[in-house]
């Protein structure tokens, strides 16, 4: 197929369109070979449609005459899951002829993968509906790879990050030079970073990229750091990530890993140079004796055509974990800060700061003070919280901190949870927010909102609790909440560990507008987060607030020095329970013995 120009108009445009495709797997790639030649000959370019997606999504592009000869193009196509086609425009400029030719159109690895009769052993995952057997490694990946979505099922969303709102649990190092930048579409250089995201394959998917235009400078350098890791044996944690390193003047992409929050690590991989214009996935196995934390560090080459993009950032096999230590800078070379006393505690343990006293570290953030001077409960959330005073309690907002330092995001515009009341309202909030809190039933309380008219439909606002260490079997959380407007989104209450994330408690549409009561039940968990989720409606009129949260019994049990009264049963690990609390359903015991049938 050619197209001869030899007309003088200008602007003339000449478009191929494909048939239309199903869907494609995983690792599909189209290719062919092109011919573009004369001294006017003019630009061509080859655009994915999407059933459903206005927008179309450039794969291809060429700008000018490429000589006498014919050359090929790979783009890589990836998982299309809905259906398609490909238009091909060329237009031609100026009065000089050319010619532009199109031949050897190729689709290789577009099929989805085939049913198996059987699928065995621990490195391969059976496919739910289609039947295909794949890789172990390809599941929870943020790729649909079996063609059914049965192996990104019952994924924890705290193990990966496809970027589509925000950046998840990962945070902008404040010690480097510059920032990532989330963006979607091409990044603004010609000839050089991404025309499209790995995981919708469109523009209209996000990802990170990193400028290489000034005003960065040559190795100036960009890290993003994980959030925090259990240790891991024998590599059973795996990290998946896809990167994009294409320009002449692209320098490089390292992963480091680190034990310690003030160091740099030590190389894990590296990646030089122009990789070509396509997404390519990298799998790290990690090992680690100690809690760990990875590292991407990008770095700017010598010129403008060096963007370097990340995408579908995922860990396999991992467990999260708190904090880090620091490196001391005392010269006896231990880490205690210098605001701890003088003490004989372990690492396992806590140190009240008064006393020097050592405590066991689930006793920490467990709401009964151990300490004399309750400094074990000091940096936890509190009990009851009014927000009176403009107090947030120890709640805090963790895709906030990992936006700070970013000049990409701009934080003031962003769906978040923030203090507000009836008195600072503007007139057209009047509708969709509280006018009154439920503490003081004044224009002067205050209360938590999440203010719709920021951020988009869909977007997502968390505020969580520090880790809480140990709660009681009758723990439970009591809070009013105030949802009313025509388009309000949802409101939940989540339960994050470090292996799995629960929903204990879900409200969506307008409730009126007065405030409601809710109560969620949590009773027993350990090393956990409590949040509260709030999901952005269809436009501004509908806000979600809460007020007044409470937890209510949640101080854990206690082994009493002396024995249980005849008012009480003893349970089978020593606790002493009320008699009323028998055969209620409730595991009052924290060993199930309240609920035995033999008593």
Known sequence: MFILKKSSSISQIARLRSPKFRQTGSNCTLSFWYYN??????????????????????????????????????????????????????????????????DDIRFENCA??????????????????????????????????????????????????????????????????????????????????????????TARGHYLYLESSEPHQFQDKAVLLSPLFDPSGNGTCVFRFHYHMFGKEVYKLSIFQRTVSNTKGWLLWYKFGNQENRWIRQTLFISSSKPFQILVKGTVGDGFTGDIGLD??????????????TVSTTTSGTSVPATLPMNNCTEKEFVCRASGHCIQMIQKCDFRPDCSDKSDESACVMEVCD??????????????????GNYSIRV???????????ANLYPEQEQHCPLTDHTTCTEE?????????????????????????????????????HMNGSTIGSLEVLCKSSNRTSKLWTQSGSQGPQWNRAEVF??????????????RGVSYMGDVAVDDITFEDCSPLLISDKPCTSEEFMCANKYCVPKNNLCDFVNDCADNSDESPSI
Not at 115 to 121: I, V, Y
Not at 387 to 404: N, R, T, Y
Not at 412 to 422: A, C, D, I, S
């Open 37 to 102: 030649y004369g001294q006017s000959v003019g630009a061509a370019e080859l655009q994915l449609l999407v059933d459903g997606l206005k927008q179309p999504t450039v794969l291809w592009r060429m700008y000018y005459n490429e000589g006498n000869q014919w050359l090929k193009a790979v783009i890589q196509l990836g998982r299309l899951p809905h259906p398609f086609q490909f238009s091909l425009d060329k237009i031609s400029l100026g009065f000089y002829e050319g010619v532009s030719a199109i």
């Open 112 to 201: 989805l993968p085939p049913p198996a009769l059987s699928c065995e052993g621990p490195n391969h995952f059976w496919c739910r509906d289609t039947n295909a057997c794949i890789d172990s490694l390809l599941v929870c990946d943020l790729v649909d790879d079996c063609g059914d979505g049965s192996d990104e099922d019952s994924c924890n969303p705290d193990l990966q990050c496809n970027f589509e709102n925000g950046l998840c649990n990962w945070e902008q190092d404040v010690e480097d030079d510059f920032d990532w930048i989330r963006i979607r579409g091409p990044t603004p250089t010609v000839n050089t970073g991404p025309l499209k995201d790995h995981t919708t394959g």
């Open 312 to 325: 579908d950032m995922s860990f396999l096999g991992c467990t999260l974990y708190r904090n880090l230590p």
């Open 387 to 404: 927000f009176e005073d403009k107090d947030l309690c120890g709640w805090h907002q963790p895709a906030l901190e990992q936006m700070s």
């Open 412 to 422: 003031t515009n962003t769906f978040k949870w923030q203090l507000g009341r009836g």
């Open 445 to 481: 309380g205050w209360y938590l909102f999440a203010d719709s008219s920021n951020g988009e439909f869909g977007h997502i606002a968390d505020i969580a609790t520090p880790v809480i260490s140990l709660t009681g079997p009758r723990c439970k959380i009591i809070f009013w909440n």
């Open 522 to 535: 949590l009773g027993i968990h350990s090393n956990f987060q409590v949040i509260f989720r709030a999901k």
